[in-house]
């Protein structure tokens, strides 16, 4: 199994940054691919950004250009940057692992508890 623990949240204004941090409790490297959804009241789940074991990165286009996913392996940690935040940014973010138990297994796709991330004036 992974766990994951989110932090970074917060309250912040319109063209706020914020730095999400998700913590990991296996080495990234051991971890097909990390990434970040996020849920607005009353709208469904939306996948923003991903990055694999690989190094690479892929990102929604509705926050291309403002958010950045990246890693610091040794921390076993992925960030996303929230740049240029607007108000429809506002959602409560989660993270995700891909992880497989063994090679040759199926992957399963783990969850974190969320943070919320508020823009407002």
């Known amino acids: 199994q992974v766990q994951l623990v989110e932090s970074g949240g917060g309250l912040v204004q319109p063209g706020g940054s914020l730095r999400l941090s998700c913590a990991a409790s296996?080495?990234?490297?051991?971890?097909?691919?990390m990434g970040w959804y996020r849920q607005a009241p009353g709208q469904l789940r939306e996948f923003v950004a991903r990055?694999?074991?690989?190094?690479?990165?892929n990102c929604a286009d509705s926050v291309k250009g403002r958010f950045t996913i990246s890693r610091d392996a040794a921390k076993n940690t992925v960030y996303l940057q929230l740049d240029s935040l607007k108000p429809e940014d506002t959602a409560v973010y989660s993270c995700?692992?891909?992880?497989?138990?063994?090679?040759?297994?199926?992957?399963?796709?783990?969850w974190g508890q969320g943070t919320q991330v508020t823009v407002s004036p």
């Open positions: 995700y692992a891909d992880w497989r138990a063994t090679f040759n297994s199926a992957p399963l796709r783990y």
């Open positions: 990055i694999t074991s690989g190094g690479s990165t």
């Open positions: 296996r080495p990234i490297f051991s971890i097909d691919a």
